[in-house]
């Protein structure tokens, strides 16, 4: 006897695809039947489902997870993982298995930026969507199918992040808008990481962590963004000379503000000049 109750389509992208696109390997629902196990590791692959109803567990890497209708879960499916439908009330689910040459870089600065493995969104609605229109892409198969896929996948991602990270019920908190806009405002003096800590009265180990966790970017980065965009607005827009512009935007002196304008831009002030 069947155990779950499931409708999957299974993929075979191109060498193009595979090398182009974030791409589908299999997507699909399943209603469990019964409770069993489903096993899984060195699968090269990740995996995002949801649960529609119903509830049940997931192991990953260890650790168990209980998961229930309006819970999301994005794995790297060549970790070890398992998940369990319950007993009592068995759930039904929505997923996609993906990979592509960006997916790798994409759960990196997601597990790098401490997202959840189980994670609740305000409403489940825009993931069911998404999974639909690419389920709808792989039934059609049309001549751009697996462009419109990447895209909707990279949508998906995106949505993942915004839920995970920024949920509705867990605004940034004031003090670290301030620090943010603080930044924006004084980009061109001298600031320091001790100055800004001092200024706003937060410890500067919290102030790295949750800056760069909120706002996935570290001050430093931030601050030289700053400094780079209103240099460049002076490097086409006026006839300043580069040690004028570099003391004018907050760096320390012209050879600084090259050496950090190359790093960024990989041309020097004067070229980003001759060329804008």
């Not at 697996?146 to 867990?170: E, V």
């Not at 970017?217 to 004028?244: G, Y």
């Given at each position: 006897m069947s155990k779950a109750a499931s409708d999957r389509i299974l993929v075979t992208p191109s060498s193009y695809t595979k090398s182009q696109y974030l791409y589908i390997q299999e997507i699909g629902t399943l209603k469990s039947l019964e409770p069993h196990i489903s096993q899984r590791k060195n699968l090269d692959?990740?995996?995002?489902?949801?649960?529609?109803?119903?509830?049940?567990?997931?192991?990953?890497?260890?650790?168990?997870?209980?998961?229930?209708?309006?819970?999301?879960?994005?794995?790297?499916?060549?970790?070890?993982?398992?998940h369990e439908s319950s007993e009592d009330s068995p759930w039904s689910l929505m997923w996609v298995h993906f990979n592509g040459f960006q997916a790798k870089s994409f759960y990196r600065l997601?597990?790098?930026?401490?997202?959840?493995?189980?994670?609740?969104?305000?409403?489940?609605?825009?993931?069911?969507?998404?999974?639909?229109?690419?389920?709808?892409l792989q039934q059609q198969k049309e001549a751009f199918s697996d462009l419109f896929s990447h895209k909707y996948l990279t949508d998906l991602i995106t949505q993942i992040f915004a839920d995970a990270?920024?949920?509705?019920?867990?605004?940034?908190?004031?003090?670290?808008?301030?620090?943010?806009?603080y930044i924006e405002q004084h980009h061109a003096e001298k600031l320091t990481l001790d100055g800004l800590s001092e200024h706003f009265f937060i410890s500067k180990y919290h102030l790295l962590r949750e800056y760069q966790r909120l706002f996935g970017s570290t001050i430093t980065n931030d601050l030289n963004t700053k400094r780079l965009s209103h240099a460049k607005s002076l490097l086409?827009?006026?006839?300043?000379?580069?040690?004028?512009?570099?003391?004018?935007?907050?760096?320390?002196?012209?050879?600084?503000?090259?050496?950090?304008?190359?790093?960024?831009?990989?041309?020097?002030?004067?070229?980003?000049?001759?060329?804008?």
């Amino acid at each position: 006897m069947s155990k779950a109750a499931s409708d999957r389509i299974l993929v075979t992208p191109s060498s193009y695809t595979k090398s182009q696109y974030l791409y589908i390997q299999e997507i699909g629902t399943l209603k469990s039947l019964e409770p069993h196990i489903s096993q899984r590791k060195n699968l090269d692959s990740y995996l995002f489902f949801l649960v529609l109803d119903g509830c049940g567990t997931i192991t990953f890497q260890g650790v168990s997870y209980s998961m229930q209708a309006g819970d999301c879960v994005w794995l790297n499916c060549v970790e070890p993982y398992s998940h369990e439908s319950s007993e009592d009330s068995p759930w039904s689910l929505m997923w996609v298995h993906f990979n592509g040459f960006q997916a790798k870089s994409f759960y990196r600065l997601y597990k790098e930026r401490e997202g959840p493995v189980v994670y609740t969104p305000p409403e489940l609605s825009p993931y069911t969507e998404l999974i639909k229109t690419l389920y709808r892409l792989q039934q059609q198969k049309e001549a751009f199918s697996d462009l419109f896929s990447h895209k909707y996948l990279t949508d998906l991602i995106t949505q993942i992040f915004a839920d995970a990270f920024y949920p509705a019920s867990a605004p940034v908190p004031e003090k670290l808008l301030n620090v943010r806009q603080y930044i924006e405002q004084h980009h061109a003096e001298k600031l320091t990481l001790d100055g800004l800590s001092e200024h706003f009265f937060i410890s500067k180990y919290h102030l790295l962590r949750e800056y760069q966790r909120l706002f996935g970017s570290t001050i430093t980065n931030d601050l030289n963004t700053k400094r780079l965009s209103h240099a460049k607005s002076l490097l086409r827009f006026s006839n300043e000379s580069v040690e004028n512009i570099a003391l004018t935007c907050g760096f320390q002196n012209a050879s600084y503000f090259i050496k950090v304008f190359k790093r960024y831009e990989n041309l020097t002030p004067l070229a980003y000049r001759k060329k804008w």
